[in-house]
């Protein structure tokens, strides 16, 4: 267990996370076809040579993902009930094979559950960028924190 307790969390507080990692073909290629999209610009280079970015775009949802993976080790591992939600969604830059993501997460509200004393909500903003500086990915996610059980160190 490496994640934060509910306790932990307080409004403001930047984790920069330690992980940093570069996207594949193969990551692209496995997700966009896992997920059922046959969308041209993920997986025809002849295509996406025509168009505005002259080559592949990687899947915006394995970019989420990746993005919201990256955090877990830091924030949520071993300390989280369950996510609740994604939300503020945004991809202000396109991610292309062999750029590089790192990412940071601001903890931008926390309050007590209501119906659950032993938990409490944690929105947690995360924000990935390339390794041009550049925000490629933005988004906000609920999760359902455990409160610091009262035998842990």
């Known amino acids: 267990m490496s994640g934060l307790w509910f306790e932990e969390l307080t409004v403001g507080m930047v984790v920069t996370h330690a992980i ?21 610009m993920h997986l025809d280079h002849e295509h996406a040579a025509a168009s ?10 394995f970019t989420i993902a990746l993005v919201v993976g990256i955090s877990v080790p830091e924030l949520t591992l071993g300390t989280i009930v369950a996510q609740l939600g994604l939300d503020a969604v945004s991809f202000p830059a396109p991610v292309f094979v062999g750029d590089t993501l790192r990412v ?13 004393p032993s938990a409490g909500l944690v929105v947690f903003e995360h ?27």
């Open 104 to 116: 940071e997460s601001e903890v931008v509200q926390v309050r007590a559950s209501r119906s659950r």
């Open 52 to 61: 505005e970015f002259g080559r592949p775009l990687v899947n915006s949802m």
């Open 127 to 153: 924000r990935a960028h390339n390794q041009r500086d550049e925000l490629v990915c933005k988004a906000r996610r609920t999760g359902l924190m455990h409160r610091r059980p009262a035998d842990a160190h």
């Open 20 to 40: 940093h990692r570069t996207v594949t073909e193969t990551d692209n290629v496995l997700f966009t076809t896992m997920s059922m999209n046959p969308a041209p």
